[in-house]
């Protein structure tokens, strides 16, 4: 046959494969796969002579002729051919999933999601997440991990998808999507005298720093808001302990003189332990409270449907 190689042979397996790009290997798919050169064109976009020209380049890299005529005039696959086409397909599947556009299926998914979450987005946000997750990916799991100095490098590196985050967005190559605004509120034992004061008509910042305070260790980069306040009017809280979690400085309040500032979405759980919230004596500005992830995932289906879920 005019155009078949000499001497050798064609070239195999990786150097044979060289020979063709994407748009040939698709053809030649769709050609193994109906027998027609016009169907496999029309599937691939092809004129008529466009398809000849890929079926001519074809046999020459094949050395063989992959379309041969029947005892009724029909195309037949030849032998080669034949013993093409489960890898070729294979290769086609192959392609599509390293090219195509990557799915994203809830239903099916048993994708491990790691989100970072202090104990207020524990408290106020994880519980509705948990529900709508199992909800809508039944066998997906949800792993959440505390925040702490490392949790951006984790980010980074894919060890954490998501993280709820705040007060102050990081820079890039980081993402960051505000959810709403958080401001801060004070509580303090039913006993404690601010609860008669906010009662009276509200607490003063003499009063407010004349008590011992609980600080929050916040979990993130950054000094604690209310200290950041406080220091450019040369003031600064009295420290009597520092803990990693409002659930167990709640529990040291009632019956002390402790003071405790913690977001408002929280103090309501605070007061339904009997806590008295109040108002901050000094105007402290609401804060925004988010989502941080990696640019690196901006595309990837699972975590966009994951922060579709959360926002």
Same mark, same amino acid.
């Given at each position: 046959?005019?155009?078949?190689?000499?001497? /050798?042979?064609?070239?195999?397996?990786?150097?044979?494969?060289?020979?063709? /790009?994407?748009?040939?290997?698709?053809?030649?798919?769709?050609?193994?796969? %109906?027998?027609?050169?016009?169907?496999?064109?029309?599937?691939?976009?092809?004129?008529?002579?466009?398809?000849?020209? %890929?079926?001519?380049?074809?046999?020459?890299?094949?050395?063989?002729?992959?379309?041969?005529?029947?005892?009724?005039?029909?195309?037949? $696959?030849?032998?080669?051919?034949?013993?093409?086409?489960?890898?070729?397909?294979?290769?086609?599947?192959?392609?599509?999933?390293?090219?195509?556009r990557e799915r994203f299926d809830p239903v099916t998914t048993r994708r491990v999601f790691n989100v970072g979450a202090t104990e207020y987005a524990m408290t106020? $946000?994880? !519980?509705?997440?948990?529900?709508?997750?199992?909800?809508?990916?039944?066998?997906?799991?949800?792993?959440?991990?505390?925040?702490?100095?490392?949790?951006?490098?984790?980010?980074?590196?894919?060890?954490?998808?998501?993280?709820?985050?705040? !007060?102050?967005? !990081?820079?890039?190559?980081?993402?960051?999507?505000? $959810?709403?605004?958080?401001?801060?509120?004070?509580v303090v034992a039913p006993s404690h005298p601010l609860a008669r004061e906010e009662a009276s008509g509200g607490v003063s910042l003499d009063s407010y720093l004349d008590f011992p305070h609980i600080a929050l260790a916040m979990g993130v980069p950054g000094a604690n808001p209310l200290d950041r306040m406080l220091a450019p009017l040369g003031r600064t809280r009295r420290i009597a302990c520092v803990v990693a979690h409002f659930s167990a400085a709640a529990a040291a309040l009632p019956g002390s003189d402790l003071v405790m500032s913690m977001p408002s979405r929280l103090a309501g759980f605070a007061e339904e332990q009997g806590l008295v919230r109040f108002r901050l004596p000094f105007d402290l500005p609401e804060y925004d409270y988010g989502i941080v992830w990696h640019t690196r995932t901006d595309a990837d289906p699972a975590i966009k449907w994951l922060r579709g879920l959360v926002r």
């Open positions: 046959m005019r155009g078949m190689p000499e001497g /050798d042979g064609p070239p195999e397996g990786a150097a044979l494969a060289d020979q063709l /790009d994407l748009r040939t290997i698709r053809f030649l798919a769709r050609l193994l796969e %109906t027998g027609s050169v016009t169907r496999a064109g029309d599937a691939c976009r092809l004129t008529q002579p466009a398809a000849s020209r %890929t079926l001519a380049r074809l046999r020459e890299t094949f050395g063989d002729p992959l379309l041969v005529k029947g005892r009724q005039g029909q195309h037949l $696959l030849s032998a080669r051919a034949e013993a093409l086409r489960p890898a070729v397909m294979r290769a086609e599947a192959a392609l599509d999933r390293a090219f195509g106020v $946000l994880a !519980p509705d997440l948990m529900r709508r997750v199992q909800a809508q990916a039944p066998h997906g799991r949800l792993h959440f991990h505390p925040p702490g100095a490392g949790t951006l490098d984790a980010i980074e590196e894919g060890r954490i998808d998501i993280c709820f985050w705040a !007060p102050e967005a !990081p820079p890039e190559p980081f993402r960051f999507r505000r $959810l709403y605004r958080e401001h801060l509120v004070g």
